[in-house]
């Protein structure tokens, strides 16, 4: 299987987006909500590797950076640096986007370094 991505942005508000890797519709019945850590953003290659395996598995992966990393803007009323309290909102605001548009699929929210305090 080959791995392929989409682009979206989740916006809250109109106050920021949050630039998020998803898969196009391809039959897989697990998605896989993966919290990257606080190094850099969802394209380090370490992290693509990963997707395309869990993809040869029959796992489609929605990744995302939050609010201040990779392409995602800062912004809105919390404020434009990163903290615990923006991470947290972020991830929820994508968790809820991904139960919307993939209610057919089983959840699985894996995270990394950072992700693992926000899962």
Known sequence: ???????VAITAGNLWS??????NENGNKDVILYCH?????????HRVGLY???YKRSCDVVAFDY??????KLGGSLGSIPDEETVVLDT????EWVEEHYPEHRLIIWGHSLGT???
């Open 1 to 7: 299987k080959q791995w392929y991505q989409r682009r």
């Open 18 to 23: 949050i630039r998020s890797d998803v898969p």
């Open 37 to 45: 850590g606080n190094s850099c953003n969802r394209a380090m290659s």
């Open 52 to 54: 395309q395996e869990l």
């Open 67 to 72: 609010r201040g990393y990779g392409d995602s």
């Open 92 to 95: 929820k605001i994508v968790l």
């Open 117 to 119: 305090g926000i899962t």
